[in-house]
Every structure is written in structure tokens, then in C-alpha cells.
């Protein structure tokens, strides 16, 4: 299966409420094009995702970390993203990138050390 595609069907199938699967051009979000680059230099990726995707969402504890690596260069952060729009009030829920890498960290699959250079790498391509 096409790497990309099979990242997709994990983060954006299994885990973004936001998803529209029959609306195949639609623009995609920061978390997903980030997990595609990272996993490009980082395959085992992927099976830590399949992990991650099944735990259930465990709050949003790494706010400063995940707004400073993903949603400052997602597409949708100036207009589209309630999860980051400060008008919006009530509960609130992230797109499935953000949730896959919040579940990494929680599990501790990742440590934010390694999200960082990563981060860091993948800001060069
Ligand atoms: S939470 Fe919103 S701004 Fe942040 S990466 Fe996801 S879609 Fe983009």
C-alpha cells in the first residue's frame, strides 16, 4: 500500500472527526503532511501510529510543544481550526494529527525530545 495513503487511513481514517473521505482533493492538515515527512526518515513510525491510534483521546497536555510544531504551519490555522481559535468557546476537539502525536507522547512511545528533532529535520525538506 502507498505510504502515504496508508498514514492517511491511520491518522485522518481512524482519528480526525474533521476527515471527509469522499472529498479526495481536499487540503490536508500540518499533523498529517508532519507524520508523513517524519515517517519518510522514521518507517517504524508507522507501527508506533497503529498503537497510538487505539487509545482513546487523553486531554491536551502538550499545547505549547504541538501550537509551536504543528498549528503555527498548518493551512488551517489562521481561519479553519476551532481546536486553536481562542473565539471558540466549550469543548473542543483536534484534528487527527495533533490526537496522534499527543497519543504517542502519553503512551510514551515518543518522548518530545524526539518530536523536536524531528521537527527539526523535517522543517529542511
Ligand atoms: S489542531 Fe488545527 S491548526 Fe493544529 S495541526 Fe490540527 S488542524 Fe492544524
Aim: glycine fraction near 4%.
Amino acid at each position: 500500500m502507498n505510504h502515504a495513503k496508508n498514514l492517511r487511513d491511520i491518522i485522518c481514517g481512524r482519528l480526525c472527526r474533521f476527515y471527509r473521505p469522499d472529498k479526495p482533493e481536499q487540503e490536508f492538515c500540518r499533523g498529517l503532511t508532519f507524520l508523513i515527512q517524519w515517517s519518510t526518515n522514521y518507517p517504524y513510525l508507522i507501527n508506533l501510529l497503529e498503537k497510538a491510534s487505539q487509545s482513546e483521546p487523553s486531554g491536551y497536555p502538550y499545547t505549547r510543544l504541538l501550537d509551536q510544531i504543528l498549528c503555527r504551519h498548518c493551512p488551517f490555522f489562521a481561519d479553519d481550526c476551532d481546536f486553536v481559535d481562542a473565539r471558540v468557546a466549550g469543548p473542543k476537539v483536534s484534528c487527527g494529527g495533533y490526537h496522534a502525536l499527543v497519543s504517542l507522547l502519553h503512551l510514551n512511545l515518543i518522548t518530545e525530545e524526539n518530536l523536536l528533532t524531528a521537527a527539526a529535520l523535517c522543517q529542511l525538506h
